[in-house]
């Protein structure tokens, strides 16, 4: 499962595998980052052919991507949402389902919470996966966390499958 925080300056990513009835780990995490003074068509392709990279690198089978938030900011949300297509468009030429995951159900399904914090977010995914340190930057941390959701919402369809008991 690859996780991804979008962002056209700072992109975190997380690869997890495992689900119902086994281990979840994690495989790799990091950001993908774009420099300001770049022109936003020249941080997009950026963006789309690192998220190429991780897929053909580690074959997920789904790509999990967070969901735009209704902030106060109508610019950032426009210009996130251009990062937001770029990574809908590496999953869908790779043939990958997407599920998009709102950034309150990310909390909620690792902390319990739809209010925590991003350090409260960063904290469950290490104790989750029983890492020694949480994943940095924050943003890697947040791609990690997405993936994981979108694994623990695939155990009860299993389950009610009949695929882990």
């Known amino acids: 499962m690859l996780g991804i925080d979008p962002g056209t300056a700072t992109l ?6 495992g689900g119902p009835g086994g281990a979840t780990r994690l495989i790799e995490c990091g950001v993908v980052r774009t420099q300001a003074t770049e022109a936003l068509p020249a941080r997009l392709a950026t963006i789309f052919e690192a998220v190429s990279a991780l897929i053909e690198r580690h074959r997920p089978d789904a790509l999990a991507v967070e969901g735009i938030f209704h902030g106060k900011n ?5 210009i996130l ?11 869908a030429q790779a043939g990958l389902a997407v599920a998009e995951i709102s950034p309150a159900e990310v909390k909620r399904a690792t902390t319990g919470t739809g209010a925590a914090s991003k350090a409260q ?13 949480a994943p940095k930057p924050a943003d890697a941390a947040d791609g990690v966390a997405i993936a994981l959701t979108h694994l623990m919402r695939l155990v009860p369809r299993a389950r009610l499958a009949g695929g882990v008991q």
């Open 12 to 17: 975190g990513y997380g690869v997890v595998s």
């Open 74 to 78: 109508a610019r950032s949300a426009l």
């Open 81 to 91: 949402g251009h990062g937001r297509g770029v990574v809908l468009l590496a999953a």
């Open 121 to 133: 977010v960063a904290d469950m995914v290490t104790r989750l996966l029983r890492l020694v340190e």
